[in-house]
């Protein structure tokens, strides 16, 4: 008997649930997977050999070619990620931002930016973030999850797709799943007083149904992002607005920051790159000259 493929839709302490048709199973991995380096994640497409079909329990004995993987959020086999920051309570760290675009650049996997808490901006900072970041190229949107503006036309985007939600605590992430299920699914944080982020609810990642083809991952929140396997001097090809000036560069191997006639630096003074997205390449291309080489 051939081993059913099913879908991995949650992973908690060494368990993996699988959807299998109508039903879903608790699964453990076989010990093969961590001779080989393999982690089974959320989003997986695998195959299990059923142990009880009653108690609906088995085994992920084999996972499937993945289209992409994340790692932060850790999952795979997405079309595109949603990043939801809010406009305030807490402000958003464009910097952290930035690094994590960084990350989807390099894997090639489309995004929609949405600044979170409309409702609250009473000072017009969302449309100076939009502004900087469709300057840049992207799909950047102001939403609020408390009163469902925008919801429609974010719906749309999400039709036929499987999404990663990604996000710092505290922007909002819980409420916007549930109102994208149009149920609760997702239990939303408390906002601590002491630092002005949500408590990180959301312990793991999950697959939620939206309707019969449109999926979203529910992801935990973080506030920190590093950039793994990404170089100093790569690290201009994932700044998209940058690749038009590049070439107007006097130097081959121009880093952007200290050479003279450096077409990028001209394109921020003249207004056409956001000076912000600027000082936070600036900022993570000295981290990478800082990071130690093994």
């Given at each position: 008997m051939n081993s059913p493929c099913g879908k991995i839709i949650r992973g908690v302490g060494g368990f993996y649930y699988v959807a299998l048709g109508n039903n879903i199973y608790e699964c453990r991995a076989k010990g093969a997977f961590r001779k080989e380096g393999l982690k089974p994640l959320v989003g997986d497409d695998c195959r299990i050999d059923i142990i009880d079909p009653e108690k609906k329990t088995g085994n992920v004995v084999d996972i499937l070619p993945r289209r992409n993987c994340l790692f932060r959020p850790e999952v795979s086999n997405t079309d595109q990620v949603l990043i939801i920051f809010a406009v305030k309570d807490p402000d958003p760290s464009l910097n952290l931002l930035d690094r994590f675009l960084v990350n989807l650049e390099k894997e090639n996997i489309p995004c929609i930016i949405a600044f979170n808490k409309e409702d609250i901006d009473t000072s017009g900072a969302g449309e100076e973030y939009i502004s900087v970041y469709k300057t840049a190229g992207y799909d950047a949107r102001l939403i609020s999850a408390h009163e469902g503006d925008g919801f429609d036309k974010l719906m749309e985007s999400l039709a036929g797709k499987t999404t990663a939600l990604a996000g710092p605590s505290g922007a909002g992430k819980s409420t916007t799943i549930n109102r994208l299920c149009g149920r609760q699914v997702s239990v939303a944080g408390?906002?601590?007083?002491?630092?002005?982020?949500?408590?990180?609810?959301?312990?793991?990642?999950?697959?939620?149904?939206?309707?019969?083809?449109?999926?979203?991952?529910?992801?935990?929140?973080?506030?920190?992002?590093?950039?793994?396997?990404?170089?100093?001097?790569?690290?201009?090809?994932?700044?998209?607005?940058?690749?038009?000036?590049?070439?107007?560069?006097?130097?081959?191997?121009?880093?952007?920051?200290?050479?003279?006639?450096?077409?990028?630096?001209?394109?921020?003074?003249?207004?056409?790159?956001?000076?912000?997205?600027?000082?936070?390449?600036?900022?993570?291309?000295?981290?990478?000259?800082?990071?130690?080489?093994?």
């Open positions: 408390e906002i601590s007083e002491k630092i002005g982020r949500g408590k990180n609810t959301t312990r793991h990642s999950e697959l939620f149904m939206i309707s019969e083809d449109t999926y979203i991952f529910d992801t935990p929140g973080f506030t920190s992002f590093e950039n793994r396997d990404v170089t100093k001097e790569d690290l201009w090809k994932y700044y998209p607005e940058f690749a038009d000036h590049e070439k107007n560069c006097r130097f081959s191997g121009c880093s952007h920051i200290s050479e003279p006639d450096c077409g990028i630096k001209q394109a921020v003074s003249s207004g056409l790159i956001s000076s912000v997205r600027y000082e936070n390449y600036v900022k993570i291309y000295e981290e990478l000259s800082l990071r130690k080489k093994y």
